[in-house]
């Protein structure tokens, strides 16, 4: 098993910009992609961004790009989120997610293992 905990989130101003972490423990050599996701009231739950833990390819979803920045952090088993330049259409909660196999999908959230609890993030006009 593998256990995620996301921080991070808040409140911020349209144009601002937040870092959020997700610290993973457990089975975490079974890791071979971290993703984040987010959900904004009514709507799906959505691809936001992808890491390859040993490679450390990235991927965005066009929302995003130009403006998230994902990384990873091996030594501590840490993924984060920059964002930079948020707008109102960001808020959502911010969850991150594990993939211990290689996704056929990368985008859907069917293919990750392992959820965190999620992390708040708004954005004010």
């Not at 799906?44 to 990384?71: L, N």
Request: charged share 20%.
């Amino acid at each position: 098993q593998v256990q995620l905990v996301e921080s991070g989130g808040g409140l911020v101003q349209g144009g601002g910009s937040l870092r959020l972490s997700c610290a993973a423990s457990g089975r975490t050599r079974s890791i071979y992609a971290m993703g984040w996701f987010r959900q904004a009231p009514g709507k799906e739950r959505e691809f936001v961004a992808r890491i390859t833990w040993t490679i450390g390819a990235t991927s965005y979803a066009d929302s995003v790009k130009g403006r998230f920045t994902i990384s990873r952090d091996n030594a501590k088993n840490t993924v984060y989120l920059q964002m930079n330049s948020l707008k109102v259409d960001d808020t959502a909660v911010y969850y991150c997610a594990a993939d211990a196999h290689i996704s056929g999908n990368y985008r859907a959230t069917r293919e990750y293992d392992y959820w965190g609890q999620g992390t708040q993030v708004t954005v004010s006009s």
